[in-house]
């Protein structure tokens, strides 16, 4: 038995759930703030069999990872420039911790 | 030492809460959500000498195991009932971690 | 790898923050109550590897151990006192769980 406690970003946080309930994974969150992640995150914590631990963590790197995405910013008032320019942005990371668990208790 | 990382339902927690502190045994709170506890829940953060992990898992479960108990349903409305049947309803519940802690310290 | 689990007084969490983010150590900061910290407090979580825990100690100690203040109560109404007499009062504190990490993982 394993406890994985997850940070990940707000904005893939429900994603993340809905995937990980999908497998019949139980989740329990908590709103965190701060680390390297600037924004709002969410704190994941996940109890798993030892076999589980890798696709769990599958399912957190799928569903959080580091990626770049192109936004367009939305100018202020009045510009010169016709439309604006998509820029590229880093979203996303997980920050991921396996414990060992001594004894689980379910009751 | 150890930590152990107990998951409640919502309902149960200041009970939990005020059996623990009642026997000297200091709790740290964080409100969450998820996990196979549907409503509002509580992850309790208790750190404890080895020999007080059994007495602290009693406590848990005697203040927070599932249970059933009736509840009579408010109908809205009229009906054709003369009164409401109570319903038998699963409630409760405690999803349990125990690790072992390599080092404590208090400031 | 060290999991540091730390909790301290609200008040005291801001400049813990800040002087770990200048040492480059991320933080996940998550809102907690209850435990011997009577107000609210603030539970930290920081990864760190084996040869940063002492130093992460020493911060934690530097910004949130237990000191007496002199505070001056503000008496309500009229008093025959001409002036309130500065009180001691202890604040601060923190209860710091080091725990084994056995896989570290970062997407
Ligand atoms: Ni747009
Ligand atoms: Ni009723
Ligand atoms: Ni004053």
Redesign the interface.
């Known amino acids: ?3 994985i ?1 997850a ?1 990940v970003q707000d904005r893939d946080s429900n994603r993340l ?1 809905q995937a990980l309930v999908r497998e019949n994974i ?11 992640l600037r924004a709002g ?1 969410t ?1 994941f ?1 996940i ?1 798993v069999g030892d076999d589980q ?1 890798e696709k769990v ?1 599958d399912i ?2 799928e569903n ?3 990626r770049k995405e192109f936004i367009t910013p939305h100018m202020g008032g009045d510009t010169q420039e016709g439309g604006s320019c998509p820029v590229e942005v880093r979203i ?16």
């Open positions: 038995m394993k406890l406690i940070v759930s139980p989740v329990t969150k908590l709103a965190s703030t701060g680390g390297f995150n704190t914590l109890g631990v963590l957190i790197r959080s990872q580091v996303g990371g997980a920050t991921v911790f396996v414990l060992a668990v001594e004894r689980f208790e379910h009751f």
